[in-house]
């Protein structure tokens, strides 16, 4: 299970994408899958993606992608991410998936209540249903 500090009870953290947890230092782990995924999204082959982008981690057990030597990720082009319709689920899930101690002075995300999510989540439904 993953560890989450710091986190208001019933909220979501919503990414204001500032790009700043792309510059953490840290490893961003890609699986398989994940590299077949950024690959066929950059239109290059998964050896290519391997190859440019992507080292073997610190513990030997897989690779991550590439960290640029300010520590940003290979993939940061100003605060956006290059990769972001297929970024890894390690950054899919941060803030409210894992994060780690000290989050909240790095990462701009704004807190809003899980409940009030769901109503904009379900009127947005409903109006596509009925288009
Ligand atoms: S892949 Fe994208 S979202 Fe993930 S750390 Fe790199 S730039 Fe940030
Ligand atoms: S630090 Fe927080 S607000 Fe900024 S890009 Fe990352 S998740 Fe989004």
Known sequence: MNTVYDMEEGMHYVCQRCGNCCRWPGEVPVSEEEIA???AYLG???QEMIDQY???RRNRAGLTLISRPNHECIF???NECRIHPVKPEQCKNFPN???FPGWRNVCEAI???K???KEVTEV???QNSEK
């Open 37 to 39: 995924q950024i690959a």
């Open 44 to 46: 290059i082959s998964e």
């Open 54 to 56: 992507t080292e073997l």
């Open 76 to 78: 940061l082009e100003g």
């Open 97 to 99: 998936g894992w994060n």
């Open 111 to 113: 807190p809003v209540p």
């Open 115 to 117: 409940d009030s999510l």
């Open 124 to 126: 947005k439904s409903q």
